[in-house]
């Protein structure tokens, strides 16, 4: 296989939980080694995430832990711990880029604040995420992507017209941030590699959201429109919605968005008078009978499996999809022919798919060789090999309590 672009490349990961590590398994799928560091006696709450094996809870059965940390490294070190800085000198020594995803604060108390790591090496790129960022009133804000949805303004623009704010189905600023990121620690690595000084890079996860209501809240600075809830209506597009199809819970989602859409929309429904008709001649008029409009279509479409739907939407150029359910996608011919979903063998999950980036470069593309560790699972191999210690310094560091193996770690979490 080619050389992948980021072979060589060197990150020692203290974030948790998901938008940080998310950034390090980019990194790693594409060459990088990335060491996940992990406190066994403070929990990655991911790893308590479902869904599990079986639906069997473990510290190594959550499928949202692996899916997030593929290729990586795992080692355990409990950070409180006054020798941990012995440890953690030497990753830092050892690493290009360090990364943080801890309440603002926490990395210094441990002696791993970004200036603290220059000191020792002046070369490291540095990343911080947190909810609001490092610095300002709110900067303290503790929680997840939830919690960013809402201060945002995602969960006020989602919802029926009469319901209340509605939270997303997912912690959606938590696959909007990494992306960020991402890009900015690769401009942070072309700066290094030209002039071999370091970077500290800070991003506020709940600003990277907000970028994705820039429309709604430049319609409130110019027009005085604030964004409410629709449902699954759009302001300028209509028909646009999710009808009921054929077949147990089965739905098409399609979207006219101009008149020419309009007008092949109403010949493949069969209702060409429609064209004609005061009620739906013009957008402004559908809107105005827009409840009348989505109950006729769905009248039609659930006659025709959603598949159907769409091939007839599809085949006069309008906007359409079928509903997919996960059992869907992962059968979904596109993404098998571009290979989305890659098996994996882990060791107590077992084989099941894995998600590749959403992007294949050319000439050094991304290889899926190992699934998120097991706790603690390379302990021997980074200690040892990567960072230079003795057996029997690591025979001392777990008699003490600064790392652990995996079989003291279960008796420890059942105590």
């Known amino acids: 296989m080619a050389k992948q672009v980021f072979e060589g490349l060197k990150v020692a990961e203290f974030a948790w939980v998901g938008v940080g590590p998310m950034v390090g398994r980019e990194f790693a799928e594409h060459g990088a080694t990335v060491v996940r ?10 790893r308590t995430m479902a869904p599990f094996k079986d639906g069997k809870p473990g510290l190594n059965r959550s499928a949202m ?28 020594a050892w690493a290009d880029v360090i990364t943080d995803s801890m309440t603002p604060g926490t990395m210094a108390k441990w002696g791993l604040d970004y200036e603290s790591c220059r000191n020792i090496n002046p070369g490291v790129v540095y990343f911080s995420t947190t909810q609001q960022g490092q610095h300002g009133p709110h900067s303290m804000f503790q929680g997840f992507g939830h919690h960013a949805n809402a201060l945002f303004g995602a969960s006020y623009a989602t919802g029926w017209l009469d ?40 991003q ?21 429109r604030v964004i409410g809830r629709m449902g699954n209506r759009d302001r300028y597009m209509s028909p646009h919605g999710v009808y009921p199809c054929r077949g147990a819970d089965r739905w098409v989602a399609i979207a006219v968005a101009d008149e020419h859409q309009w007008q092949q929309f109403c010949q493949v429904i069969g209702k060409s008078d429609w064209m004609s008709d005061s009620r739906f001649a013009t957008l402004l008029r559908r809107k105005d009978n827009e409840d009348e409009l989505d109950a006729a279509i769905a009248q039609w479409t659930k ?14 150029g309008i906007p359409a999809g079928v509903v997919q359910t996960g059992e869907d996608l992962l059968n979904d011919p596109q993404l098998k022919y571009r290979r989305h979903y890659r098996a994996l063998n882990h ?13 294949c470069l050319s000439k050094t593309p991304c290889a899926l060789l190992r699934p998120g560790p097991c706790i603690g699972e390379h302990n021997l191999l980074v200690y040892k090999e990567f960072l230079g210690f003795t057996d029997d310094e690591i025979a001392d ?7 652990t193996t995996e079989a003291a770690l279960k008796s420890w979490v059942g105590r």
């Open 347 to 359: 060791p107590e999950v077992g084989s099941h798919s894995y998600r590749a980036p959403a992007y």
């Open 37 to 46: 560091v992990e406190s066994h006696a403070r929990l990655d709450p991911t």
């Open 204 to 224: 506020s996860q709940m600003e990277a959201g907000l970028s994705f209501m820039a429309m709604h809240l430049l319609d409130d600075e110019v027009n005085g």
């Open 65 to 92: 832990f692996t899916q997030f940390n593929t290729n990586k490294y795992g080692i355990s070190l409990d950070l409180a711990h006054p020798k941990s800085k012995e440890v953690t000198k030497r990753l830092v």
């Open 397 to 403: 560091m777990i008699a003490e309590g600064l790392i």
């Open 163 to 202: 319901s209340e704010p509605t939270l997303p189905v997912t912690a959606y600023s938590d696959f909007i941030a990494p992306w960020y990121m991402t890009i900015a620690v690769i401009g942070a690595l072309m700066r290094r590699y030209r002039t071999g000084r370091g970077m500290y890079i800070e």
């Open 303 to 316: 006659n025709y499996t959603a598949e159907q739907v769409v091939t007839m939407m599809q085949d006069a």
